[in-house]
């Protein structure tokens, strides 16, 4: 008996350097849709090298807000979907090709941040659904938070069968601290616990926190950096909660003072007699 048919999708922004490797990993379906957020480099043009068709809507922040309309392109009652930063590895093309044995399924992900992989750092192993009846998920814009699971059976990949996703997702601390502060923006994200109100004593703890979550190191930093680099992450959020706790507005701040600066400038013209304003 021939397996039920796929419908496939990735939602792609400026990713001309990995896109094209992504998409080869799900060329397995039999329905392939790229959903182009208005990429500015070769991006769109590579996608309609391996995609069925590849639809362009206007750029947003997060790939969460994209993935409801995304899985609404697609035809068949079963999904697999990517980021385009992301790739099956050969055993997992074969494990998805064969066919659903449950509602969903959640594959490990080898996060590569800084360049490398370590099975020692903190997010090994993490799983993610990345195939899915229909019906069986559904999402919304939240970041980090996006998916709802509705399936009733859930197969949860083990990592020793070595059927996994190579996720290349931080090439170096730039490209984090961007993300960061870019998904840290949206006011729909999952928050991290406040813990307290100290928020010195709120960044040692996560610092403490990620480092426990990774193995032994025996002298290698790089577990210890990228755990630092997810305790920036939450340190980032929490301040920017604290700051809408606090209904903080800088540049509405700015703008005050400006206006104080402005009438300290008109009064020093009529006292002292000089311009300070425009050329008149």
């Not at 993610?128 to 990949?157: C, D, N, T, W, Y």
């Not at 209904?247 to 009064?267: K, M, N, S, T």
């Amino acid at each position: 008996m021939s397996r039920a048919p796929i419908s496939g999708f990735v939602i792609a922004y400026n990713r001309a350097s990995l896109v094209g490797t992504s998409l080869r990993s799900l060329r397995f379906v039999d329905e392939l849709i790229v959903i182009d957020k208005s990429s500015t480099d070769d991006t769109p043009a590579i996608a309609r090298r391996y995609a069925d068709k590849v639809i362009t809507v206007p750029w947003s922040p997060t790939v969460e807000e994209t993935r409801a309309f995304a899985l609404e392109q697609c035809r068949h009652d079963w999904i697999a979907f990517l980021d385009d930063d992301e790739m099956l590895n050969p055993a997992a093309i074969a494990h998805l090709h064969a066919g659903p044995t449950a509602d969903a399924v959640a594959l490990p992900l080898r996060h590569w941040i800084l360049g490398a992989f370590d099975p020692e750092a903190y997010y090994w192993p993490e799983h993610h659904i990345r195939f899915f009846r229909k019906g069986a998920v559904s999402f919304r814009p939240v970041v980090h938070g996006g998916m709802q699971l509705h399936a009733g059976s859930v197969e949860r990949v083990a990592p020793k069968t070595q059927i996994f996703i190579e996720h290349l997702s931080h090439r170096d601390a730039e490209q984090w601290i961007e993300r960061t502060n870019r998904y840290t923006s949206r006011p729909s994200r999952v928050n991290v616990e406040a813990e307290g109100t100290d928020l010195i004593d709120f960044a040692h703890r996560r610092i403490d926190h990620w480092l426990a979550r990774g193995g032994h190191t025996d002298g290698d930093d790089y577990p210890a950096a990228v755990a630092l680099l997810r305790a920036i992450y939450d340190m980032v959020d929490r301040i920017k909660a604290w700051e809408t706790q606090r209904g903080i507005d800088g540049a509405a701040a700015f703008r005050a003072r400006c206006a104080e600066l402005e009438q300290a400038y008109d009064a020093l013209e009529t006292s002292l007699g000089i311009a300070t304003g425009m050329h008149r």
